[in-house]
Every structure is written in C-alpha cells, then in structure tokens.
C-alpha cells in the first residue's frame, strides 16, 4: 500500500507543480485544432480567452448546447474581442473522441462558433491545465494571467431548465475583469463528466 501511494505521488507531483494556477501567468501551448491550424496562448496577448474542455458525449455539455447556453456566451464574448478556444482531451476509442470532420460537422450543426476547436487527444494541453471535467472552464487575461478556473456556472446538474437561474461564473469573470474589475470568485470545483484522458 505505502509504495503504491509513493509511486502515484512520484507521478502526480509534477502535474501539481507545473498546473496552471490562478493568479500565475497561464502556461503556454500549441495545438493542432479541428480546422488544420495550430495555435499557440502566445498568440492571443493583448486578448481574453476562454479554454472551454468540451466531450459531444457528456450530458452535462449537452446541457448547454442543446439549450443554446455555450453558443450564447461564445457568439456575445467574441464579439467583444474575446478569444475561445474548446479543447476536445478525449483520447481515441474513447467517449468524446472526434476527427476534425466530425468535430466541423457538429459546430456546424450546433451553430457553436468558437475562435477554434483544439484536439488534444494525447492529453498535453488536458494535463497542463489540470482539466478535469468537461466542462472545466478557464479564463486567461491580456497578461497571460490565469483569472478564472473552474466550473461554468453554480448549477451541477444536467438540466437546461436550470441555466436560467444560475450565475454564470464565466460570463461574471469577463464581465469583471473586461471592466477592469477583479474577478470576485476566481475558482470554484468544476463539474460535469471526467476528461477521458489516455492512460
């Protein structure tokens, strides 16, 4: 027992070490996305973003895509001069997994309009953020500064009935910070299905 917990500590330790953390400067990435390009946070300094972890199979996504509630907040942010970025960490044969094909198919048909969909079936960006749900919802400001990380909003259900009585963290993050404002619930636990990450 006592060397199956210090080698799951030996594995876990750096994940815990290196994991963004609000208030630090959110680590950099690149990533192939749906549309064929690779992007890098670097990109993106000057500007908001918005990493959303998505899985097309996870009822609590589908809670706010089939309502119309993420597809809201993308469309109202980016045209604001927000960036978001849906990460898709769901490894191959596993629930969540799409190829680029699928993934346009379903932006398509889900009228979902974020900046770029990145597929991160490996798990890197996943575990550099320390995703742990979908969604799990981080918010980055034009310094680089991670400002917001946890769930979407305060209502852990599946129910689309809810979403018009919850408060949104998301959307009173960018509100807060776009205003010059501090975020004032800069964390919460996320909630929603596991990431279906590559053992």
Sequence with gaps: MKKWFVAWLCCLAPALLWAAKVGQKAPDFTCLASDGKEYRLSDFKGK?????????????????????????????????????????????????????????????????????????SEGKLGHLYAAKTSPHMFVVNPEGILIYNGAIDDKSSTDPSDISSAKNYVNTALEEATAGKSVTTPSTPPYGCSVKYKK
């Design 48 to 120: 908001f973003v918005v990493l959303e972890w998505h899985n097309q199979g996870c009822p609590f996504v589908r809670k706010h895509y089939e309502s119309g509630n993420m597809q809201k907040l993308q469309s109202v942010w980016r045209g604001k001069g927000v960036v978001w970025l849906s990460v898709i960490s769901s490894a191959k044969g596993k629930e969540g997994y799409v190829t680029p094909e699928e993934e346009s198919a379903y932006l398509k048909e889900k009228k979902a309009s974020p900046t770029a969909v990145l597929l991160d």
